[in-house]
């Protein structure tokens, strides 16, 4: 059930309005405001600015939602493919003028190489885990055209466990949500945050060079790996 498709689709209609909610296994759900997904430039934060500024050549926008990213390379002249598992963003980045959209999962995805691989709005967080982000890099590595490079921003969520006991069993920053819409709830996911230090660790493990290029108040960061 494509829950977070159905609400890009229903908001870029213009569908009377409800809410998308984030069911979580750490507190109360939150509410997901979909408005965010359709960012204009100028609405975007500073780290996804210097991302988007950071690319170069031919672009994969790995888990490009509703295209937001993707449609400010294209204007500036990028060749881009905007690549996304739920069939329901990749219709709204179709009717949104994104030229190039694939709807398929990303460890599929074989048939072109690019320049620059973008993951924002923590889209390496689809890598649930430690284990799948090793694969993910792997993966990565026959994605890219030779020099080319790895930009995703990410977070450090060491504060949720100021008052809770952090995970015995597994990182800290892997975590499970569901979506939750129109009083319909998707399956549970598992999604990753992780902290500068074990990236620039795993990443060393893989083969990558891992600079961390930007950092806010707020534990967010944006990285760049470049194949050492």
Not at 79 to 85: F, G, P, R, S
Not at 97 to 120: A, N, P, R, W
Not at 140 to 150: D, M, N, S, T, V
């Amino acid at each position: 059930m494509d829950i977070y498709g159905q609400a890009l689709q229903d908001f870029y209609a213009q569908q009377p309005e409800e809410k998308l909610w984030l069911h979580n296994n750490y507190g109360e759900p939150e509410e997901m405001p979909v408005e965010v997904f359709f960012r204009e430039e100028a609405e975007m934060p500073e780290a996804e600015l210097m991302a988007l500024q950071l690319c170069r050549g031919k672009v994969l926008d790995i888990g490009a939602g509703a295209g937001s990213h993707a449609l400010v390379l294209q204007k500036r002249g990028f060749e881009v493919t905007a690549l996304e598992v739920s069939p329901g963003a990749a219709a709204v980045m179709q009717k949104r003028g994104v030229k190039k959209v694939v709807q398929q999962d990303i460890y599929q995805y074989k048939t072109e190489k690019f320049d620059t691989l973008l993951l924002l709005m923590n889209g390496i967080g689809l890598t649930q885990n430690l284990t799948e982000l090793d694969r993910f890099l792997q993966h990565a590595k026959q994605l890219l055209l030779p020099g080319g490079q790895l930009i995703f921003d990410s977070s450090d969520i060491s504060y949720l466990y100021e008052d809770l006991p952090k995970p015995k069993t597994n990182y800290y920053g892997e975590i499970r949500y569901q979506y939750e819409y129109k009083n319909q709830r998707g399956d549970w996911f598992n999604w990753l945050y992780i902290d500068p230090k074990t990236l620039q660790k795993q990443a060393k493990k893989q083969g990558w060079n891992c600079a961390i290029v930007y950092e806010d108040e707020m534990d967010l960061y944006l990285a760049t790996l470049i194949l050492a």
